[in-house]
């Protein structure tokens, strides 16, 4: 009888058992680690890189120490295949040295450097680049047999350290020196490794062995090789690395499932929810929750949790209630705050010169004017065409430049212009003087075409770099030289441009607004108008409230008048609750009649800006005379002169400052100011005035900008 018993237990817990022994947890993916010490292979043919200067004969093939340190993900998609990406840092620099016999090379001897000789020497030349990077390799692995993995990867580097260093040092005979009284010569440390490609894509090859360090973690040696097909460079120089290292993946399963189980208890918690009735009765519900849960027992992957809910609710009667709050504050330009302001809107006359820039640039090989940023207009406009009408703008000026000259020549019909066509003379410019010609030929047509000009008071000619041109060995120099010069004797041609107007000035500049809603009920939205007379100046709506609204009062429209602001404020709730708050403000116009009427104190502003000065010069030229004649005739006992130096990008920033205030003393002498009334402000490139990625930003950024304020009565 008992032996029946325990066989029919034994069928009955065989089933389960069978499920149990049969379940085995399998990691969704892996994740983990590397390192590897790399010996990096730099397959090379090159004699030195560009605009380092350098005289090795030949760096070829040579080898170095490097390094890897990554993260890795693994998938296994089936018994042969897994995916794994890898994520990390790389070091893969060398040091190249190649060793050259000079006979009758000019040297010292240590002993006595004052007398130089000819003497046969053996020199080492040392190039040592210096390169970091981040990269990422996917990589399809495949199961040979047992544990080893043969890999397939394609690896993406990207380098972000990217220095070199180099140096030739004599190494034989031992007693001399080069001519500078060093052994060492053409030392270059940390420079950029010119024209370098940072982005690498390098297809990988390797063998990995698995080792199992418990349940189904595991390390496993390996070897890579990087296959290279990219230069680093413009030179014959390509990188690969043989790394040897080893890898640690551990796995990551799935949560057990959870089965929720339920039964019955009781616990007590109040809640206030809300209830509307008449707007003169604000009622609010209370509502009471039974509620208990006992402890969570957690079991073989199972949660059992208990609980009932139980609700009763009573009425309790509330008002609600809206209230508004309304601040101004008026804030100056540095934060300054100030309570109860009083806006004064100030009338300044300003008078601002701006000079023409008379070349016309245009892109490599290009030689037509719609290649150019200069605005062509239609025939049919040409008569509309008022300078004085143009923005106050610079570069919208400079784009004008041809029509300013062509408006001005119909203006002075006994005047005439000289038109000379330059190239950069490198690449597809090199000695290209058809190119040049044709540059001017296209401005000259656009003249005589569009605006009827007579063809015989244009002159062409056409020459290769410019007669005052820019650095010919820089990018920036390059694209400057490819232009079109326009040359007047008559400053009726190419004067400055001559713009006045109006500013308006706010004391304080900025309002600030304070506003504050205290609500029972939710808001279903607030408005704020600033007005003047009926007049609408601002509006700012919502639902949600900031902090502070800030109203700037130079913008327009701008208060007119001298009759308060009224800054109104409503906010409303979803009960339709109303509630305003207003504020005024006082308001004073100080126009420049009312001033001169009233004997106020006023000035007058008037800005100048000298036509551009030559690259890395402060000499003044020719066509700064007439312009510096004039200022110096506006400058009154009582004016106060500032003057301003600025250069381009070009260059380092102590020495642009230096520049700049050379051409700012330049100014001074010429005007023959007193120290007393004169600022001088060398701002260099520290601040640039305009788009300096543009060749007429740069040029019209090589300037000096003089501003005359003087009182008037």
Known sequence: MMRNICFLLLLMFLPEVAIYSNEIKKPIFYIGGEVDLGFNIHFADFNKLQNIPNCCPRYTNTLGLGWNISLLAQKELSEKFALRLIGGLNSEGVTFKENEFIGNTPVKYEEDVSQIVLLPVTVQHFLAPKLIGLYVEPVLMYKIFG???????????????????????????????????????????????????????????GLSYDIQLFDA????????????????????WKISHLDIGISARFPIYSPPEVHYYYDTMLVRDTLRIAVFGLKSERTYLEETVLEKTIKEKVSDGYIYKTFVREKYRTEVPKISQLETKLKVVGKSKQGEVQNNPVLVIEEFETEEM????????????????????????????????????????????????????????????????????C????????????????????VKEYLVETWGIEPERIDVKFRNLPEKMTNPSIPEGIEENQRVEIFSKSGKITGPVRLSKIEKVANPPFV????????????????????????????????????????????????????PILINFIA????????????????????????????????????????????????????HIPILNQIKSKIAPNSKVTISGFTDKIGEVSYNKDLALRRCLAVKNFLQLPDSQVVLNPVGNEILLYDNSLPQGRSYCRTVHIIIETPVK
């Open 147 to 205: 544990r080893l993995w043969l890999t397939f990867g394609l690896n993406f580097s990207n380098l972000f350290l990217t220095k070199v260093d180099q140096k030739e040092v004599i190494i034989s005979p031992n007693s001399v020196v080069f001519v500078n009284g060093e052994k060492e010569r053409n030392v270059n440390l940390n420079l950029e490794i010119p024209n370098v490609k940072k982005f690498l894509v390098r297809p990988s090859l």
């Open 217 to 236: 973690a595991w390390i496993s040696p390996q070897l890579r090789f990087l296959i290279p097909f990219q230069n680093l460079t413009n030179e014959n």
């Open 354 to 421: 701006f000079p023409l820039l008379p070349y016309i640039y245009f892109p490599t090989g290009e030689w037509s004017l719609e290649s150019s940023s200069v605005n062509l207009i239609d025939k049919s406009t040409t008569d509309g065409f008022d300078e004085s009408f143009l923005p106050w703008n610079t570069l919208k000026i400079y784009e004008n430049l041809l029509n300013i000259i062509a408006k001005r020549l119909k203006q002075n019909p006994k005047e005439s212009i000289v038109l000379t066509g």
């Open 423 to 442: 190239n950069s003379n490198i690449g597809v410019e090199l000695n290209n003087l058809e190119l040049s010609q044709k540059r001017a030929l296209a």
């Open 512 to 563: 600030e607004i304070l506003p504050e809603i205290h609500s029972d009920a939710s808001l279903k939205g607030w408005n704020l108008t600033i007005e003047q007379s009926g007049t609408n100046l601002r509006t700012y709506s919502g639902i949600d409230l900031p902090e502070k609204i800030l109203w700037s009062v130079e913008e327009e429209p701008i208060p007119k008048l001298e009759e």
């Open 572 to 623: 409303e709730d979803i009960l339709d609750q109303r509630s305003i708050s207003k504020v005024s403000v006082k308001i004073e116009q100080r126009t420049i009649k009312r001033k001169r009427e009233e004997l106020l104190g006023d000035k007058k502003i008037e800005r100048f800006s000298l036509i551009v000065f030559d690259f890395d010069k402060a000499d003044l030229l020719p066509q």
